[in-house]
Antibody, heavy 123, light 107 residues
């Protein structure tokens, strides 16, 4: 059973860059067949899908965040990462890394989630 | 973006009850609809994909139905571990979007 574990600072100052890493165990990022994604959850806005990366490095970002988000992958460490620049209090949320799997029609859905990590934006 | 609307936003029920949660998409998503469960302080857990396919290991008391814009999640014979928050997720079109959640409490 794959395991996903988020790590990174729990407190980020406004205007700085939020950086998180997701470590993948019991499964290889390089094996293909999955999209590796980031999702966040805050009480005010609910769940928001941020973007995904494929093991080749191909990415797709939510247009609402695209100008501030970068997702990268390090297959040698079996990790993928999220950076959100110019953060404000609105970026305070629990951040989840997740794995997307395709269904029988070939569409990818979020089927496995990490435990999540709370990131607070405050001075 | 496709908007997902769940109802009700909260629901009270007893162990053994049958409950139904509804999710409506703002446009046709065929059967690209998933449901997941989130317990307090826990990671979300996938229950159903393709509107009605049960994820491996999920009890058969959970079922899903629907196509197009209207979908339902039904839980038969509620068990104590089922009291949690449930979300729908459309994945027909990126960005993936979620319903606002339905909190299921013990009556």
């Amino acid at each position: 059973q794959v395991q996903l574990q988020e790590s990174g600072p729990g407190l980020v100052k406004p205007s700085q860059t939020l950086s998180l890493t997701c470590s993948v165990s019991s499964g290889s990022l390089s094996s293909g067949g999955y999209y590796w994604s980031w999702i966040r959850q805050n009480p005010g806005k609910g769940l928001e899908w941020i973007g995904y990366i494929y093991h080749t490095g191909d990415t797709y970002y939510n247009p609402s965040l695209k100008s501030r988000v970068t997702i990268s992958v390090d297959t040698s460490k079996n990790q993928f990462s999220l950076k959100v620049s110019s953060v404000t209090a609105a970026d305070t949320a629990v951040y989840y890394c997740a794995r997307e799997l395709y269904d029988t029609s070939g569409y990818y859905y979020v089927h496995y989630w990490g435990q999540g990590t709370l990131v607070t934006v405050s001075s | 973006d496709i908007q997902m609307t769940q109802s009700p936003s909260s629901l009270s029920a007893s162990v053994g009850d049958r409950v139904t949660i509804t999710c409506r998409a703002s446009q046709d998503i065929s059967n690209s609809l998933a449901w997941f469960q989130q317990g307090p302080g826990k990671a979300p857990k996938s229950l159903i994909y393709s509107a009605s396919s049960l994820q491996s290991g999920v009890p058969s008391r959970f079922s899903g139905s629907g196509s197009g814009t209207d979908f339902t999640l039904t839980i038969n014979s509620l068990q104590p571990e089922d009291f949690a928050t449930y979300y729908c997720q459309q994945y027909r079109t990126y960005p993936i979007t979620f319903g606002q959640g339905t909190r299921l409490d013990i009556k």
